[in-house]
């Protein structure tokens, strides 16, 4: 499966979750909110799919608004986008914190097939080392492994 046929089927699997509402009023202003609310998730522009993609796992109302976001969220990461996250493991950490592990199993399989790709176009973050990333992963699908001796 290519790369946008692997963002289309994340729209898909997610396309189920309505907008939650469930933003963070300290984060977000009320005009800012009502962008959200009002624009086409595919349509939201760069700089506020950043503040999405930048957002902590504690900031979401709950795991249900965080996955009406994650198509787009997770389609900025790559070309012709190429948006960064905070740092390398930021968006896996707010992913666990929404008790990924526990996510159906259509939807891990579908952002995990996206995660898979990140190594290709992440490599300007300024390290080579990716065994934090792959351990990130790891604790995606299994958050009680020991993963200090991988």
Known sequence: MSLSE?????????SEYPDMN??????YDQQEIEYYRTTSL?????????????????????????????????EILYPPYLVEQLYPNH?????QYHNFSAWPEH??????SLLAEAKVFFKDYGTDDWSDWDKGILRLVNPSRNLTNL
Do not use: N
């Not at 999405?52 to 109302?61: F, I, K, S």
């Not at 968006?91 to 992913?95: A, D, H, N, R, V």
């Not at 939807?107 to 995990?112: D, M």
């Open 6 to 14: 692997k963002i289309e089927h994340v729209y898909l699997t997610f």
């Open 22 to 27: 469930g933003f963070c009023t300290y984060c």
């Open 42 to 74: 595919r349509q939201i522009e760069m700089d506020k799919g950043r503040k999405l993609l930048w957002e902590t796992g504690d900031h979401w109302e709950s795991a249900a608004a965080i996955k009406h976001y994650l198509p787009r969220i997770l």
């Open 91 to 95: 968006l896996l950490e707010t992913l």
């Open 107 to 112: 939807e891990k399989t579908a952002v995990l």
